[in-house]
């Protein structure tokens, strides 16, 4: 049965020899939306803002993707998420653009193993090849919007909203094993 | 299934990913008060439902979010082109030629 958000914690959620698929420790989410000259907020964020849709820029513990063509996602440490707040708060007057925190928003999946991208293909009418590695890309799982991030050939990070967490997590914990049996 | 491009990531999708949002280029009214009734009916309801060439609105929900618009053939669903938002209407029989 589908759990209920509340008893999701961070663990491993499922296991077999396909993948794993385990649910992150909370961190710290932004939405930021800007144009023109993005200058003064690289500036306040310390990184570049990587301009093609699905490309990604790390400075330290802070990520950028970038979503849409005025769109980024930020994650960074829970710590962290005031001094991003403030560090854009500073050059608001003058480069207005809109910081959103949303780090309650989502829940992280990690899945990985040999067939992480193999499970992916569960939910998403995407070709997971299409998304290199250090990239990522906003689309679909089964229904649910989620940013799927991949960090390595077989480690991949899936953000969904809370309210599809559970739904998504039967999915994968269903694949896990739907996978390992098909490989006995 | 369709596979649609979507100008903005430049990338060739599944339909999935997108949905559809109606004729493009109808343009609403500067002064809709100054419209007559047949005018604004004209505007909210009346469309072409071509058969052949539609020129058409899409939005890559689950990806950029962005609105664009496409030339599909609604006879054979084919995708002539997709273009920005805001770009001017492709000339159809540039479209036809690179068919051929
Ligand atoms: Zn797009």
């Known amino acids: 049965m589908n759990a209920p958000i509340c008893s999701l914690t961070p663990s491993i959620l499922a296991e077999s020899t396909a993948a794993r698929v385990s649910l992150a420790a909370p961190c710290a989410r932004f939405s930021l939306r800007a144009r023109g000259d993005l200058g003064p907020l690289e500036g306040a964020l310390g990184l570049t803002l990587p301009g093609r849709i699905g490309t990604r820029a790390d400075a330290g513990m802070l990520q950028a993707m970038c979503l849409g063509p005025d769109e980024w996602v930020l994650h960074a440490p829970e710590s962290a998420a005031s001094g991003v707040l403030s560090a854009c708060e500073a050059v608001y007057a003058t480069h207005p653009h809109s910081l959103v925190e949303i780090s309650g928003r989502e829940v992280t999946f990690v899945i990985e193993g040999p067939r992480a991208a193999e499970l992916l293909t569960l939910g998403c009418p995407r070709d997971i090849e299409t998304i290199a590695v250090g990239e990522g890309r906003r689309t679909l799982f089964d229904g649910a919007t989620v940013l799927l991030l991949r960090d390595e050939e077989t480690l991949f990070r899936m953000d969904c909203w809370n309210s599809f967490a559970p739904h998504l997590r039967h999915l994968l914990e269903t694949g896990c094993r739907e996978l390992a049996a098909e490989a006995l | ?100």
């Open chain 2, 1 to 100: 299934m369709l596979l649609i491009r979507c100008p903005y990531c430049e990338e060739t999708l599944p339909e999935a990913e997108f949905t559809y949002a109606g004729e493009a280029h109808i343009i609403r009214p500067e002064r809709p008060s100054d419209q007559t009734d047949e005018q604004w009916e004209e505007y909210l309801f009346i469309r072409t439902n071509v058969k052949g060439a539609h020129y058409e609105r899409w939005r890559h929900m689950h990806g950029c979010g962005r609105f664009f618009n496409a030339v599909r053939d609604t006879v054979s669903d084919r995708f002539l082109t997709t273009y920005k938002a805001g770009a001017p209407r492709p000339d159809l029989s540039t479209l036809t030629e690179s068919q051929k």
